[in-house]
């Protein structure tokens, strides 16, 4: 996508300068910052500290990070160090491990003096296929827009609801949840983004809305809690929300809030779509309720950024000081309540047969679910 007048992805090797860069979305939309990531801390830290979110992206930056640690070390005993460093950082995304083990594997039968070299390659084919996964994603997506704007009155657009970013910033490029939603403003369809602000961290607010802007999608930005009013007076067309990781019977775990949204589209008989790169499904969990919920700093609740009328950012607190507070990162959203999972194959049900489907041969080289 792009910032200005360049085109950037989320993360990138800069062959110039030997190092991986990244946007640091800590900033946005206030500032756009690039930050380089040289040793394993970096990337440590910029998974955990969330300089990179989003589960498609989590697993590019780690990839990156096992490519610059085998550039140092190539032996099988410092990769797997460094692999567990990486893997402890966040324990939802299951991409993380998808990219982990795919990075491991790829290396296991290389002599050590040709690994640096395989890892970087590994890396870049890993984002390069996110790219490709996420871009088929909205061509999929598109069809049901599609669908949806041949319903509408002449010149009112297709409204759709989502919820956290689940766009280009959360992955390499195009995004999950708004690869449709560029696809459609790109083929000249008529949409609207209902964006949900998404506390505590304001990831709708900051980043969704920021990257909507920048590419002249038209949009509003909405509290959380008011997508179920929306529903009710029927100005939301269909929700599109990203996830973290996906278990092999169609169970959805995301950014909290999720849920409460897929009740509202539930009751109000409006579709509720996931979309998800295949990395991103679990094949060895179906219960959702077996998914880890990571549970975050209890001060991203007690605080908030923001940007002063003089343009200074800053931190305010929001609650009495000897308020604590509980910060459940995701919740799960049962398939029951998905009417469909969009993926790079094609758009099928949130079920075991649904996934069998269109990813027969990744299941069985996975698991049975």
């Not at 602000?197 to 990257?211: I, S, Y």
């Amino acid at each position: 996508m792009r910032v200005g007048e360049q085109h950037y992805r989320s993360i990138w090797f800069d062959a110039d300068e030997e190092v991986v860069k990244v946007i640091d979305q800590r900033w946005l939309p206030h500032a756009f910052r690039i930050e380089a990531l040289r040793t394993l801390e970096d990337f440590a830290t910029a998974i955990r500290d969330m300089w990179v979110r989003g589960a498609p992206l989590i697993g590019a930056t780690a990839a990156w990070g096992l490519a610059s640690e085998a550039a140092r070390d190539a032996s099988d005993a410092h990769l797997e160090q460094a692999a567990d460093m990486l893997l402890a950082t966040r324990p939802t995304a299951v991409n993380l491990r998808w990219a982990v083990e795919r990075m491991l594997a790829a290396l296991r039968d290389v002599p050590q003096q040709q690994r640096p070299e395989a890892a970087r390659r590994e890396a870049q084919a890993i984002c390069d296929a996110d790219v490709e996964m996420n871009a088929a994603i909205g061509e999929h997506g598109l069809k049901l827009i599609r669908e949806l704007a041949a319903t509408r009155p002449a010149g009112e657009p297709v409204r759709i609801l989502t919820h956290c970013n689940a766009g280009w910033l959360a992955t390499v490029d195009w995004g999950t949840a708004t690869a449709p939603i560029y696809k459609a403003h790109d083929a000249g369809l008529d949409v609207m983004v209902w964006v949900d602000e998404t506390r505590p961290r304001n990831q709708g607010a900051h980043l969704t809305a920021w990257e909507l802007a920048g590419h002249g999608v038209e949009h509003r930005l909405i509290v959380d809690n008011a997508g179920g009013h929306l529903m009710q007076q029927g100005m939301v067309d269909m929700v599109i929300v990203g996830t973290d990781r996906t278990t092999a019977c169609g169970d959805v775990a995301n950014k909290i809030g999720t849920y409460l949204k897929a009740l509202a589209a539930h009751d109000n008989g409006v579709p509720f779509y996931v979309a998800l790169p295949s990395p991103t499904i679990d094949w060895t969990l179906c219960d959702g309720r077996d998914i880890p919920i990571e549970e975050r700093d209890a001060d991203e609740v007690r605080k908030v950024w923001g940007r002063l009328e003089d343009g200074k950012v800053v931190q305010a607190q929001i609650c009495p000081d000897a308020t604590p507070a509980a910060n459940p990162a995701f919740d799960v959203t049962p398939a029951r309540l998905v009417t469909g999972l969009i993926t790079e194959r094609g758009v099928c049900p949130a079920t075991r047969e649904g996934l069998r489907t269109l990813f027969a041969d990744m299941q069985e080289v996975q698991g049975n679910g």
